[in-house]
């Protein structure tokens, strides 16, 4: 079987240089803050309720979702922020955490029930 190509031919892959690649900065889908070096990719609609689109967040946004919302309210708001920021918890949060670096990580309490 022939070879596609050659041991010592000059095949070399392109190398793009740093300039060349766009630098994307993508806001958080929540609080719309930048983003920072940890991306969570959140289903609005949870998976366990058919859900396929994907969404960044930081992870202390993701797990403000979690904690206030049940699997049916988030299925319910679906890809509408402005629905879940009319939660006064989820509101409180959001204004909080505004003036927060994007690496910024602490505990959420959770919902009570």
Not at 18 to 34: F, I, K, N, Q, S
Not at 53 to 61: E, G, L, Q, W, Y
Not at 87 to 111: E, Q
Request: proline share 9%; glycine share 4%; net charge positive.
């Amino acid at each position: 079987m022939a070879r596609k190509h050659s041991k010592h031919g000059p095949y070399e892959e392109p190398q793009l240089e740093e300039e060349d690649v766009p630098a994307t900065v993508a806001p958080c889908w929540l609080c719309g803050r930048v983003l920072g070096k940890t991306i969570v990719w959140h289903h609005p609609v949870p998976k366990s309720r058919g859900g396929r689109d994907v969404v960044p967040m930081h992870p202390i946004c993701q797990q403000t979702l979690v904690a206030n919302f049940t699997n049916s309210e988030l299925q319910r708001h679906a890809m509408d922020v402005e629905a879940l920021l009319a939660n006064p918890a989820v509101r409180k949060f959001v204004d909080w955490v505004a003036k927060k670096d994007p690496d910024f990580t602490a505990t959420i309490t959770k919902k009570q029930r």
